[in-house]
Nanobody, 122 residues
Framework: QVQLVESGGGLVQPGGSLRLSCAAS????????MGWYRQAPGKQRELVAT???????NYADSVKGRFTISRDNAKNTVYLQMNSLKPEDTAVYYC????????????????WGQGTQVTVSS
């Protein structure tokens, strides 16, 4: 059973910073792309940032220059450093990973974390 567990969300003032972490655990054979998505109330889930197994990155225009995605392959963990936070960054943040596991050794399966709330407010 593969699980993704996020941590690091919370309440922060505008202009502040937070660092989200997402650790994958279970019978993992390999992890390809990892990423962060977010969903604000009344809105669709949207991509925030992704990172490939070779550390190639992609960002939503709204977070470029403020957020940085990184990963530690030895720990099966992806991070999202969020700086200069704005009220419009308020959302539930979800991590996502493309994983080959012992349960599915031939195909990659997308897994999602349970989400962590980020609230930017004074």
């Amino acid at each position: 059973q593969v699980q993704l567990v996020e941590s690091g969300g919370g309440l922060v003032q505008p202009g502040g910073s937070l660092r989200l972490s997402c650790a994958a655990s279970g019978s993992i054979l390999s992890i390809n792309d990892m990423g962060w998505y977010r969903q604000a109330p009344g809105k669709q889930r949207e991509l925030v940032a992704t990172i490939t197994s070779g550390d190639g990155t992609n960002y939503a225009d709204s977070v470029k220059g403020r957020f940085t995605i990184s990963r530690d392959n030895a720990k099966n963990t992806v991070y999202l450093q969020m700086n200069s936070l704005k009220p419009e960054d308020t959302a539930v943040y979800y991590c996502n990973a493309d994983i080959r596991s012992a349960k599915s050794p031939l195909w990659r399966v997308q897994y999602w974390g349970q989400g962590t709330q980020v609230t930017v407010s004074s």
